[in-house]
């Protein structure tokens, strides 16, 4: 449980725990490259935390130097080994997506499972294009559903024009390539994030990139190389919104990753007259980072769909809380996406915020806000998902009466010391 008290004045120079996407990542590619990965800034919350298990199950030796530094001590492709144990990724759709991608081209048969939400979430996304390049992938409902089993090898490379743009569909398939005979393609409807091309670069792989789609040959090898992860720009959007909605506030967040395909949150909080600073630091393994100085902010509603839903999917959860504060009408659409994510976001987050007096209105695939509305505290539940719970803690900051937030645990995923770091603004 989490308590959030009405507040003013939100103040101070704070740093985020390190980019969940990036720190998955870096433990997959050190397990298969050549040679020591070490990786600073890691994110040591409960999915990367499923990653690193998975691949020591796969007998990838990987030593934790505290909780945010670690080794992975590759073998190449080849020094993976097939596991005695069922692989368990958690609540990790990543995990789960980008290792198929491994496995799909491993000569040996493993089954994985999640819990009770991956078991919701669809896999035939990705089993799908595997079962085309070769891959043997079973599961629940014809391979759509956990638990799955997989047994790989003998890949083939396709062409394969993706119905959604997934992040995690493209690098499921990349990785898959990377093994396969010939060239593999994804094709996307619009630009999914791209820390996957960006850190297969890294480790010194030919990825081909076009305004249609990415490719890579198979046959290629990983070469190890030192990881620093920047801060993620999703738990970022958390603080971001609180010091836009939240009187007398002012902010500076350290070393963010501000990856063009990641940083919707910055361009849309802006749009809607959010003061929000950017100073660049350089690129950390080819991700962009910089400062952001956010300053509290009246904001009005905006429209947003289309081809910028994929660069803030994962923090429409918390837009929807600086909505409530905007004046005028916000309006999300293009984003059926969430229904599958931890939770059916698109409901829970209306469903949460009406209980605080929200005016929010559910839509096929988004949701229309009314703003500005003066919210009243009352007792919300993330129902196991880290964002609506960050969210209503966020929401908490504006509440007459403050908000209380149950299964606050799950903030872990994402964030470890969330709760620790808003109380210390």
Not at 186 to 211: C, I, K, Q, W, Y
Not at 263 to 270: M, N, Q, T
Not at 389 to 402: F, K, N, Q, R
Request: aromatic residues 4%; contains cysteine.
């Amino acid at each position: 449980m989490l308590r959030i008290e009405e507040r003013r004045g939100l103040s101070g120079d704070v740093s985020v725990p390190g980019d969940k996407s990036i720190s998955h990542r870096a433990v997959m590619f050190g397990a298969i490259a050549q040679g020591t990965t070490r990786v600073e800034g890691f994110l040591p919350g409960a999915d990367c935390l499923s990653t690193i298990d998975c691949f020591r199950k796969m007998g990838v030796p990987i030593r934790q130097h505290g909780p945010t530094s670690i080794e992975v001590e590759g073998n190449g492709w080849e020094g993976m080994k097939e596991p005695e144990a069922v692989l368990d990724v958690g609540n990790s759709g990543t995990t789960i997506r980008l290792m198929l991608g491994i496995l799909a081209g491993r000569p040996f048969h493993t089954i994985v499972t999640g819990d009770d939400s991956i078991a919701r979430r669809p896999m035939d996304r990705v089993a799908k294009p595997l079962r085309r390049m070769g891959a043997r992938v079973e599961g629940r409902a014809e391979g759509s559903y956990t638990p799955l089993s997989i047994r790989g090898g003998g890949l083939k490379g396709i062409t394969y024009p993706s119905p959604v743009a997934s992040a995690q569909v493209k690098s499921c398939l990349l990785l898959a390539g990377l093994q396969a005979e010939g060239r593999t393609r994804v094709e996307e409807p619009s630009l999914s994030r791209d820390h996957t091309e960006r850190m297969l670069t890294a480790f010194g792989v030919r990825v081909n990139r076009d305004l249609d789609g990415v490719s890579v040959e198979g046959g290629q090898t990983l070469q190890a190389r030192d990881v620093r992860v920047p801060g993620d720009i999703s738990s970022a959007a958390f603080l971001m919104v609180a010091a836009l909605i939240t009187p007398e506030s002012q902010i500076t967040i350290r070393n963010v990753g501000l990856n063009p395909t990641r940083d919707g949150i910055v361009d849309v909080l802006r749009e809607m007259g959010g003061d929000i600073q950017v100073t660049p630091k350089g690129e950390w393994c080819g991700e962009p980072v910089g400062d952001l100085t956010v300053t509290y902010s009246r904001l009005k509603g905006v429209e947003i769909g289309g081809k910028m839903i994929p660069r803030l999917i994962d923090e429409i959860p918390v837009l929807a809380v600086a909505a409530t504060q905007a004046e005028g009408q916000t309006v999300i659409r293009d984003a059926a996406e969430l229904k599958v994510k931890e939770t059916d976001r698109i409901h829970i987050t209306a469903q949460e915020l009406r209980k605080l007096g929200a005016r929010v209105e559910e839509t096929d695939d988004g949701m229309v806000i009314e703003g500005p509305v003066q919210l009243t505290g009352n007792r919300c539940n993330s129902h196991g998902d880290h964002r609506i719970g960050m969210a209503a803690a966020v929401a908490g900051l504006v509440a007459e009466g403050g908000v209380t937030v149950d299964q606050a645990d799950a903030i872990d995923v994402s964030f470890p010391g969330f709760e620790a770091l808003l109380s210390e603004l």
